[in-house]
């Protein structure tokens, strides 16, 4: 019973900051990549920030230098260090893996439930 547990949202005002965590927790023998994604109302869900095992890490353009993904493997837990936000920063975040349950071969893609990050005066 493999899941992706997210905390962290809220409400902040533009320029401040939070840290999104997504603990994956089951089990699991290998995480590949952990994501951050976002999704608005009426439109796609979008890649936010990627990192791999090798702690390789990538960025949308409309977050990098204000964004930051890191990793903690001993956790199997994944952040996003979001700081001067934006109010079209407010979306749902949600916190996607890939990875190998114990006793399966395959690499499959698990979401969290998503939490909600509002930014506004």
């Known amino acids: 019973q493999v899941h992706l547990v997210e905390s962290g949202g809220g409400l902040v005002q533009p320029g401040g900051s939070l840290r999104l965590s997504c603990a994956a927790s089951?089990?699991?023998?290998?995480?590949?990549?952990m994501d951050w994604y976002r999704q608005v109302p009426g439109k796609e869900r979008e890649l936010v920030a990627t990192?791999?095992?090798?702690?390789?890490?990538s960025y949308a353009a409309s977050v990098k230098g204000r964004f930051s993904i890191s990793r903690d493997n001993a956790d199997n837990t994944v952040y996003l260090q979001m700081n001067s936000l934006k109010p079209e920063d407010t979306a749902v975040y949600y916190c996607?893996?890939?990875?190998?349950?114990?006793?399966?071969?395959?690499?499959?893609?698990?979401w969290g439930q998503g939490t909600q990050v509002t930014v506004s005066s």
């Open positions: 996607f893996a890939r990875l190998t349950p114990r006793g399966m071969s395959g690499v499959y893609p698990y």
């Open positions: 089951g089990s699991i023998l290998s995480i590949n990549a």
């Open positions: 990192i791999g095992r090798g702690n390789n890490t």
